[in-house]
């Protein structure tokens, strides 16, 4: 230990200096680090629950689509808007218990059904009608006349702008739909390569004078596009991802939040559109991975919430993680989590020195080891000091008192009597005695449990670092550098590193 020495004037300049170094990186806190949360069901009817009640705490009207099929759907989501009202999917033959549910919860008054009799079965109309729920639907005879009647309800009294997408690819439309909803704009669908005269006729009943073409010439054809009878622009990139982010940037639909939807199932995606809405967010596509351009955008557009739409089915592992990285979020047991490390002595304060070991050297070797695993974790790390320098005891303790440190660990190694042997960790009362006696006890079970040392003690003791430090604070002890078992140990790398993986384990058993 000797941890209570009288340092003289210099040092004191020497120290004051230091703590303007430390204290700088504190102000920079966690600001700029969006929130990731993902919205996940058992399946894709509770996911389309789930989101609904994100956004909605009731909602007079609710829009159902058929939860396996997006024809019927793909120009709901303007609809949605339009009445303020959640997009919940449904099986095609029975109502899910968790569309039941949320219809219920919303306390509902009103069901628009998108599509047909086959679409969705008269059987879920009757179910939802014994709810004490009007029921009305929505239904061409194909998806293209669908669209239309949508678009006349969203519309009534026309509309100048018209936004046409592909029907074979529901990430054009999803990609549009906030912007659509947000203007009241209706969506209209096409085929590649010839233009539904049910499409013609609602240009023409609306009035449009602009028409937005999402999409390509793979997805929608030149001689589509040129039959198009009013002006057009077209809005597209070299894949759905470039169009996703393209639409993006056109319609500056840059806001604080987003979606991030996979383009491998289109369930979450829709009723996560109704949400992007409601919420004026953007939509953001991902497949088995993240494209640059949909990195370069997530990197550069600040948003400050992200919601992850669907579970693993819809968003792997894998990009769950990427999304972390590039969002700039740790990802980790202990993300969201701030610790203090303090290596004791430094400097002109070797602590304690025995067979050929300088106890300073020894705890920031530890200390280091520790920070990169708690880093690893997702935990932001404060370090009283990373380098051979002497920091006073007070100014250890005014760090931790300055910082937003949720707790304060100093290590330290022993010297004793060449008899005394293994680990022991201290607490001090004055604050957070709780905590602090918990977060003692977790780091002396995780590091005994690692480095096989003997369990020696957790007391209370009176130093000036645990004492002085108003966040749970404990100091730990590693071993005895004059216990020849002890010494043999600190002295390997291999210890010495799971020295730090314990300092980890009990941090995490800490906050468990
Ligand atoms: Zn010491």
């Given at each position: 230990m000797p941890n209570t020495k009288v340092y003289f004037f210099p040092f004191f300049?020497?120290?004051?200096?230091l703590s303007l170094t430390y204290f700088a990186p504190n102000s920079y806190a966690?600001?700029?680090i969006p929130s990731i949360s993902r919205i996940d069901g058992a399946n894709l009817y509770e996911t389309s629950a789930l989101i609904s009640s994100t956004g909605w705490n009731r909602s007079e009207t609710v829009i159902i689509a058929r939860g396996d099929r997006f024809s019927d759907a793909l120009a709901g989501v303007p609809l949605s808007s339009k009445y303020d009202a959640p997009l919940l999917l449904s099986r095609s033959n029975r109502l899910d218990p968790f569309t039941r549910q949320e219809i219920q919860r919303l306390r509902a008054k009103n069901v628009i059904i998108l599509g047909g009799h086959l679409a969705i079965e008269d059987r879920v109309e009757k179910e939802i009608k014994q709810l004490g729920v009007n029921v009305e639907r929505i239904a061409g005879a194909n998806m293209f006349e669908t669209a239309q009647l949508i678009s006349e309800r969203i519309a009534p009294n026309g509309s100048e702008k018209a936004i046409i997408v592909t029907s074979d690819r529901f990430e054009d439309a999803l990609s549009?739909?906030?912007?659509?909803?947000?203007?009241?704009?209706?969506?209209?669908?096409?085929?590649?390569?010839?233009?539904?005269a049910q499409t013609v006729n609602a240009l023409s009943d609306l009035q449009v004078d602009k028409t937005y073409v999402i999409g390509g010439e793979l997805v929608i054809s030149e001689k589509v596009y040129k039959k198009i009878p009013t002006k057009t622009e077209?809005?597209?990139?070299?894949?759905?991802?470039?169009?996703?982010?393209?639409?993006i940037n056109r319609f500056n639909l840059r806001t604080d939040k987003t979606f991030v939807t996979t383009s491998n199932r289109f369930p979450d995606g829709l009723s996560g559109g109704a949400l992007a809405?409601?919420?004026?967010?953007?939509?953001?596509?991902?497949?088995?991975?993240?494209?640059?351009?949909?990195?370069?955008?997530?990197?550069?557009?600040?948003?400050?919430?992200?919601f992850i739409l669907g579970g693993e089915l819809a968003i792997n592992a894998n990009v769950f993680r990427s999304l972390h990285s590039v969002l700039g979020v740790p990802q980790g047991p202990l993300a969201g989590r701030t610790i203090m490390l303090d290596p004791g002595h430094g400097g002109s304060d070797p602590g304690a020195i025995a067979n050929g070991m300088v106890e300073k050297d020894l705890v920031l070797d530890i200390s280091k080891r520790a920070q990169?695993?708690?880093?690893d974790a997702g935990a932001k790390v404060i370090m009283t000091r990373e380098t051979d320098?002497?920091?006073?005891?007070?100014?250890?303790?005014?760090?931790?008192?300055?910082?937003?440190?949720?707790?304060?660990?100093?290590?330290?190694?022993?010297?004793?009597?060449?008899?005394a042997r293994g680990t022991e960790t201290f607490?001090?009362?004055?604050?957070?005695?709780?905590?602090?006696?918990?977060?003692?006890?977790?780091?002396?079970?995780?590091?005994?449990?690692?480095?096989?040392?003997n369990y020696r003690r957790v007391v209370e003791g009176n130093y000036h670092v645990i004492r002085e430090t108003k966040i749970p604070s404990a100091l730990l002890e590693v071993g005895f550098m004059d216990h020849a078992g002890d010494a043999a140990k600190l002295r390997q790398s291999k210890y010495r590193q799971l020295a730090a993986v314990g300092i980890l384990e009990g941090v995490i058993q800490y906050f468990k």
């Open positions: 300049i020497f120290t004051l200096m966690n600001s700029n549009i739909a906030s912007y659509a909803g947000s203007e009241g704009i209706p969506i209209l669908l096409t085929r590649r390569d010839s233009l539904p077209r809005i597209h990139g070299a894949t759905l991802f470039h169009t996703n982010i393209e639409i809405v409601k919420q004026g967010a953007t939509v953001v596509f991902v497949g088995n991975n993240i494209r640059s351009v949909t990195s370069n955008h997530l990197k550069n557009a600040n948003y400050k919430d992200v990169k695993l708690l880093e320098v002497f920091v006073s005891l007070p100014n250890r303790a005014q760090m931790a008192n300055n910082s937003d440190a949720e707790i304060f660990i100093s290590v330290h190694a022993n010297s004793f009597n060449g008899t607490w001090h009362g004055r604050h957070e005695r709780t905590r602090s006696i918990r977060l003692a006890n977790a780091l002396q079970t995780s590091v005994v449990k690692n480095i096989g040392t």
